[in-house]
């Protein structure tokens, strides 16, 4: 026995593919947004703790110099030696941070790039390179792979 199918299922079918393909469009877009957003926040994370241990780094060269200028107040020095000891401890914090926000810079960045050339090039397994590729967030995913892509070499 033979089905037939009716302009009305056609047309379903039709409404039902279109539908799929705007719900992964957008899920693509979603994704580049979030990837973008990390990569961007990991950024500015690096570039804060890197300020953080040049101004550390700068406060204790003062410091330092201050002391060897200061007459020897016994009460001074143990503030001098506590407040420098802090700062010693939150320059290596500092440092600590930098590394490990490099790291994560690096995955974030990899994993941006990765996922903009397989929307370029049409690798997924669904094509909506030309749907995504012209929008927004695409733009911007690329402009901060390119903003971000220096400071990494």
Known sequence: MRTTTTSTDANTNEEEH?????KRISRV???LKIKT????????????????VLDFTSRIEK????????DDD???DNNNNNNARQRKQCLEESKAMVR???????????D????????????????????VTGKEEFRLAKEQVERVKPSLC
């Open 112 to 131: 941006l790039e990765e996922f903009v050339e397989t929307l370029v090039e049409g690798k997924e397994d669904f094509d909506v390179r030309d749907e």
């Open 37 to 52: 957003g990390v990569l961007r926040r990991l950024s500015k994370e690096r570039e804060m703790y890197e300020r953080e």
């Open 74 to 76: 016994e009460t001074n």
């Open 63 to 70: 410091d330092e110099r201050i002391d060897r200028n200061d």
């Open 29 to 31: 877009l979603r994704e």
């Open 100 to 110: 490990d926000t490099f790291v994560r810079l690096e995955k974030a960045f990899v």
């Open 18 to 22: 279109e539908t799929q393909r705007e």
